[in-house]
């Protein structure tokens, strides 16, 4: 890629990239999670960012928002 073309790909927004974690979850957890992404039309992933955020934010609120 020499030529100075972008590859296409994710769009920019300005955002940060995200960090990749792994975490390992009880099986009846994880099944619950999938069943409420399931119900709610969204990824697994979708519900673990929202939970955690949530969580984030009950345990910090006057940081408000995270960065």
Known sequence: MATGKRRAGRPVSGKPRSV???????????QTLAAIAK???VSTAW???????KYVAD???LFGKTP
């Not at 990749?20 to 994880?30: D, H």
């Open 39 to 41: 119900h709610k039309k």
């Open 47 to 53: 519900i673990m960012r929202d939970a955690a955020e």
């Open 59 to 61: 345990q910090w609120p």
């Open 20 to 30: 990749r974690a792994t975490v390992s979850l009880p099986p009846e957890i994880y």
